[in-house]
């Protein structure tokens, strides 16, 4: 649920990005998101969800991860959508090779060599030639997937303490904060034919917030990784329904060389812990 409502919210923000920027679509998707959010949080929760346990981490998840989206949103006018979406696997890749330094773990030479492998495969992605500077869109979907990747690092934190509604609430809301003063002006309210497209941006970002978050929250990131891998099979149906996009064959090798990396990765997790290989 949360790779499909991903999809769809990116999808909405291509739609959106020929007459609004990625900061003005942070803004509009935090704003409809937490007019859904709060009622049903006020529905079924007590009124001590809205406390955090550690406001310190969900400032820091809240800077990184809206960063992040500003960046995916950026990716995706930028790059078809198969494209982005292919970028955005390089994400628990680098969750792997940032483990050691960021969360204690031991990542054996197994799983280093899976990193290294998917990067492989992002560089048959992205193809860079030294022009790739002077039209960095492949560089602004990996800056998205390094903070989408320091974001599942601190939700594995938050998941210990906070309730997934409570981390998903600050979200949204310091990234309402901090991108209104850049968003409200003159010809600030949306209009015209992409309204309902930057509604459905905070639509499906709260579906899939509440459905990432609390997924996080039950079971390890690795153990995750094959489903969101669905998000290549939803992305190329979009992009070639919408805009006629298909992927070019380097696209596609390289995609299956990173999600095999991934594959890789979710499967040597338990195998090492079986084995009595267990973190510090």
Known sequence: MATLGIVFMNTCAK?????????????YRGVVALGLLVPYMLLTRPRSVFKPRRIGIHLVRAVIGNLGVALVFWAYALLPMADATALLFASPLFVTALSPLLLGETVDPGRWGAV????????????PAPTLLANPAALVGLAAALCVALVDITLRKLGRTDDPLTTVFYFLLIGVSLTAPFTLGPGAFPSGHLGPWLVGIGIFAAIQQVAKTTALRLAEASLLAPYTNTAIIWATLSGWLLWEELPSLPVIAGTLVVIGSNLFIAWREPQRSATGTVDP
């Open 15 to 27: 739609m959106s990005s020929s007459a609004y920027g990625p900061v003005q679509m942070v803004f």
């Open 116 to 127: 290294i492998i998917g990067f492989a495969g992002i560089i048959l992605i992205t193809q």
